[in-house]
């Protein structure tokens, strides 16, 4: 059966567990989430420090895979993707802002922003040209040749925002990108992204403790100890799932499992 794409959730995460090992111990940072974002969301995903809100983005983004369960990205499995699948779905549908924004320490603000434009196969004018449009977008215009060290915190987590718009992402995936911003800067912002969404119907879910940002969101989603907390529910249940000895990834390279991507 051939289904519309329409229909086709853009984010699907079913039963995901993820775990870190500390020392000898291992155990989950994500304790059996289910969540669906819907194409053209502006969701926000909420939660104390340590709720597992980078875990949960970086699982969905493909940046990590989930020790058990299911993501699912506008239709496509990544949870059964090689590294390289990920990276090249990742490359072309999703934009990425990391939490301690990971720019490229040797190349400029511009270079940095047009880096992705280049990797999916355009031009450097072109990509540097598009990189300074953005810049400007988050309010940077002029800073282009500054490199990360030569830009403050804030500037340099606007770069990371403008690195993941540059792309023409269909999903966005923000890990508390107004962290570093004054209130000014940091609204600013938020209209930027909330603009786009619903200009374009890109697709954004956004980790954050900030008022500004959970106020705008069509959606806001709650994390406790790893897990969803559904609106006007108590704690969640104390799951009984014990971490693997091996992780996933390491499984499928050691029985040569089949990859789709
Ligand atoms: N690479 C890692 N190794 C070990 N533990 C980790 C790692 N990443 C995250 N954790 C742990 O997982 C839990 C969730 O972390 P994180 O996803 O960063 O939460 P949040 O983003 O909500 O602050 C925390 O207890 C954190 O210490
Ligand atoms: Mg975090």
């Not at 215009?141 to 804030?154: I, M």
């Not at 912002?189 to 500004?212: K, P």
């Amino acid at each position: 059966m051939i289904v519309p794409a329409a229909l086709i959730p853009p984010i699907e995460a079913v039963d995901v567990y993820k775990c870190f090992r500390v020392g000898a111990v291992r155990y989950p940072a994500l304790n059996g989430v289910c969540l669906r974002i819907e194409t053209g969301d502006f969701a926000v995903l909420a939660g104390r420090s340590g709720s597992g809100k980078t875990t949960l983005l970086h699982v969905l983004g493909g940046i990590e895979v989930p020790s058990q369960g299911r993501v699912r990205v506008m239709g496509h499995d990544l949870s059964e993707c090689s590294k390289g699948g990920r990276a090249r779905f990742r490359l072309h549908h999703i934009g990425f802002v990391f939490q301690a924004y990971n720019l490229v320490p040797v190349l400029t603000a511009g270079e940095n922003v047009a880096l992705v434009c280049e990797m999916q196969g355009h031009g450097r004018e072109h990509c540097l040209s598009r990189a300074h449009g953005w810049l400007a977008e988050v309010g940077l215009e002029g800073l282009q040749d500054r490199r990360p060290d030569q830009l403050s915190g804030g500037q340099q987590q606007r770069v990371a925002v403008a690195r993941a718009l540059a792309s023409n992402p269909a999903i966005v995936l923000a890990d508390e990108p107004t962290a570093s911003l004054d209130s000014t800067t940091g609204a600013e912002l938020v209209g930027l992204l909330r603009h786009i969404n619903q200009t374009f119907g890109t697709t954004f879910l956004i980790s954050s403790h900030d008022d500004q940002v959970i106020g705008a969101a069509r959606r806001v989603v709650r994390l406790q100890d790893g897990r969803v907390l559904e609106p006007g529910a108590a704690a969640p249940p104390a799951p009984g799932f014990t971490c693997p000895e091996h992780e996933r990834e390491e499984r499928h390279r050691l029985l040569r499992w089949p990859r789709s991507c």
